[in-house]
């Protein structure tokens, strides 16, 4: 369940090192200008989708939930390019990373710059 509480002013990357977890995601938005506006810190990891297609994802996401009770981080490997179109098949990744990593975490920290 998601809860907005106001906190003092603290910086993203000051807090992001304070932060003891083996998962810890940081959107950092510190470019100054027109369009930098917020940065994200989750923590806390409920929930972990790793898979070579978007299905698993899919079946996870919900529209009878709050933005924040349905926020993912993670990444989508260049390997997803298989499930949108046909192309040649290439080797597999050598880092061993899966094509689509994504997390849900307890805790958010919205950073407003």
């Keep these: 369940m998601y809860i907005a ?8 990357l000051e807090l992001a090192e304070s932060i003891n977890d083996t998962h810890i995601v940081l ?8 369009q930098a506006y917020f940065s994200y810190l989750a923590h806390g990891l409920t929930e972990i989708i790793t898979s070579s297609n978007f ?4 079946a996870q996401l919900s ?3 709050p933005t924040w009770d ?8 260049y390997e997803l390019n298989h499930a949108l ?5 290439q080797q597999p ?3 061993g ?16 710059h």
């Design 5 to 12: 509480q106001s906190q003092p002013w603290q910086d993203p």
């Design 27 to 34: 959107l950092y938005s510190g470019v100054k200008g027109p």
């Design 55 to 58: 299905r698993d994802l899919e």
């Design 63 to 65: 529209q009878d939930q």
């Design 70 to 77: 349905n926020a993912w981080f993670g990444y989508l490997g």
């Design 85 to 89: 179109e046909l192309l040649p098949k």
């Design 93 to 95: 990744s050598s880092f």
């Design 97 to 112: 990373f899966s094509p689509l990593c994504m997390m849900q975490f307890h805790t958010i920290y919205i950073f407003d």
